[in-house]
């Protein structure tokens, strides 16, 4: 995400980003947004970033798309599905909990 995130900061600027990177969104259709880490709040719950820029990767996709969200929009997605217990372990050693979200709902009209 490192590299990911340099190349953003050059287009956009010096924002507060969290940058991810999803290697599967090509064969599920989805992206993953990490919550918890080992019991502990991470990820979607944690980061102070305004900004989330999710870089597709995989067959269809080779880094060549970011999408880029408002944080709180990320959140009022996600947090509906958190609270339902829609969470799937991911990550190494699947210790990661993530919500898997369809791409499409990322581009769906907000209440933000």
């Given at each position: 995400?490192?590299?990911a995130e340099q ?49 597709l990767d995989g ?54």
């Amino acid at each position: 995400g490192q590299i990911a995130e340099q190349q953003l900061r050059e287009i956009l600027g010096d924002i507060t980003l969290e940058v991810k990177r999803d290697f599967l969104v090509s064969a599920t259709g989805n992206v993953a947004i990490e919550y918890e880490y080992r019991g502990t709040p991470s990820g979607i719950h944690v980061t102070t970033s305004k900004w989330w820029a999710i870089v597709l990767d995989g067959d269809s996709f080779t880094s060549d798309v970011i999408v880029v969200i408002k944080t709180a929009r990320l959140r009022q997605l996600v947090e509906p599905l958190i609270r339902d217990g829609k969470g799937k372990p991911g990550g190494d050693n699947l210790w990661t909990k993530v919500i898997c979200l369809p791409l499409n709902d990322l581009l769906k009209p907000s209440d933000l």
